[in-house]
């Protein structure tokens, strides 16, 4: 399978605690997405890396929140000091743009990963 | 920001019956403008989009339209089935021209179930 993937799949901690997730996009995909999506909701932009480079950042992303990309591939959303607001599922998606256009192309996205903060 | 106006949901229809799904957004610059659908169980997937005015996006037996003038997409299909159940998002996607560049910006959802 050369989607793209998330792992944990689903991740249950205590208030408090840490956690970190990880995206694997399509490999020749240079744009990765982190959106967060609670009940009943759409998705929510959190971050965007083009390449390694972090280029956008949501005003939803607080300093608890933190995303790397190191080698433009792989990317890791980490989480610290869990809150239960935070429990939602969390979606990472790629695309491909070419040259400074990222419009118009299709974002793929992957299972997601549900945290639950108890 | 960009936002998204989606037709509150859920619908409930019958099979073979015409659907339409109502998205109005607003966004600085010229978006371009999906519908993504989620089936039960699975990840978010595209279902069509538009990067034009005027443009007619279409897949499955679903069509949407990219309406500058009333900043609107909403989908229709003229004969549901069961399959179809599933919830859909509206989304327009930022350009090089605006403030939300390359990101997308989803409506709530609209949970769609059709009946046999």
């Known amino acids: 399978d050369t989607g793209v993937s998330q792992n944990p799949r689903h991740k249950i901690t205590k208030r408090g605690q840490n956690v970190t997730f990880r995206c694997d996009p399509i490999?020749?995909?240079?744009?990765l997405y982190w959106y967060r999506q609670t009940l009943g909701q759409g998705p929510e932009f959190l971050t965007y890396?083009?390449?390694?480079?972090?280029?956008?950042k949501s005003r939803l992303l607080s300093d608890r929140f933190s995303a790397e990309r190191p080698k433009g591939s792989f990317s890791t959303l980490e989480i610290q000091r869990t809150e239960q607001g935070d429990s939602a599922m969390y979606l990472c998606?790629?695309?491909?743009?070419?040259?400074?256009?990222?419009?118009?192309?299709?974002?793929?996205f992957g299972p997601g990963t549900r945290l639950t903060v108890l | 920001g960009d936002s998204v106006t989606q037709m509150e949901g859920p619908v409930t229809l019958s099979e073979e019956a015409f659907l339409t799904i109502n998205c109005t957004y607003t966004a600085t610059g010229y978006p371009s403008l999906f519908w993504y659908v989620q089936y039960p169980g699975e990840g978010l997937q595209l279902l069509l989009k538009?990067?034009?005015?005027?443009d007619k996006g279409s897949n499955k037996g679903f069509e949407a339209t990219y309406r500058k003038e009333t900043t609107s997409f909403h989908l229709e299909k003229g004969s549901v089935q069961v399959s179809d159940s599933a919830v859909y998002f509206c989304?327009?996607?930022?350009?090089?021209?605006?403030?939300?560049?390359?990101?997308?910006?989803f409506g709530q959802g609209t949970i769609l179930t059709v009946h046999p």
């Open positions: 890396f083009q390449n390694e480079a972090q280029l956008e």
């Open positions: 490999s020749e995909h240079n744009r």
């Open positions: 998606a790629s695309s491909l743009a070419v040259g400074s256009s990222g419009s118009g192309r299709e974002q793929f």
């Open positions: 989304a327009p996607q930022g350009n090089a021209g605006g403030t939300s560049y390359g990101k997308l910006t």
């Open positions: 538009a990067t034009k005015a005027d």
